[in-house]
C-alpha cells in the first residue's frame, strides 16, 4: 500500500492550503479515509475522515467550519482543504486508512489507522 501526501508549505495566518492523498494497493471505496495532525511536541491526532460514500466527521472541534475533507474514489485521492489557518494548525499532516469493517464510534482514533504516508508538514506563520 502506497500513501502520499502532497499540498503542504508555508502560509501566513488566514491563508489557505489544500492537501492532497494519493492511495495505491488497496481497495479504496474499501476503506475510510482520514487526516491526522501531529504539531510539535503533541501526540498524533484525528482530525476529520471520510467514508466511501462521502459522509464526512469531523473529530477536532479546532477545524470546524474551517477544514472541508472530501474523496475522489475515481482517483484513489483524499483531500482536505484548510482555510482561516492558525498558527497552532501547524503541524506534519497525514493521510490515513482505516477499513470500513471499523465501527463509526472508533473512527475517531487515530491510532486504528493502519496505513498512512509520509506527512507533509504545514506551516503557519502570525
Known sequence: VLVVESGGGLVQ???????SCRVSGLSFDDYVMGWLRQAPGNGLQQLSYIDWSGDMTYCADS????????????????????????????????????????????????????????????????
Not at 495566518?13 to 492537501?19: F, I, K, M
Not at 474551517?66 to 483524499?78: E, G, M, S, W, Y
Not at 470500513?100 to 493502519?114: E, F, H, Q, T, W
Request: glycine share 12%.
Open 13 to 19: 495566518a488566514g491563508g489557505s492550503l489544500r492537501l
Open 63 to 126: 477545524v470546524k467550519g474551517r477544514f472541508t475533507i472530501t474523496r475522489d474514489n475515481a482517483k484513489n485521492t483524499l483531500y482536505l482543504q484548510m482555510n482561516s489557518l492558525k498558527p497552532e494548525d501547524s503541524g506534519m499532516y497525514y493521510c490515513a486508512a482505516i477499513h470500513r469493517s471499523v465501527g463509526d464510534g472508533r473512527r475517531c482514533s487515530a491510532v486504528l489507522y493502519n496505513y498512512r504516508g509520509q506527512g507533509t508538514q504545514v506551516t503557519v506563520s502570525s
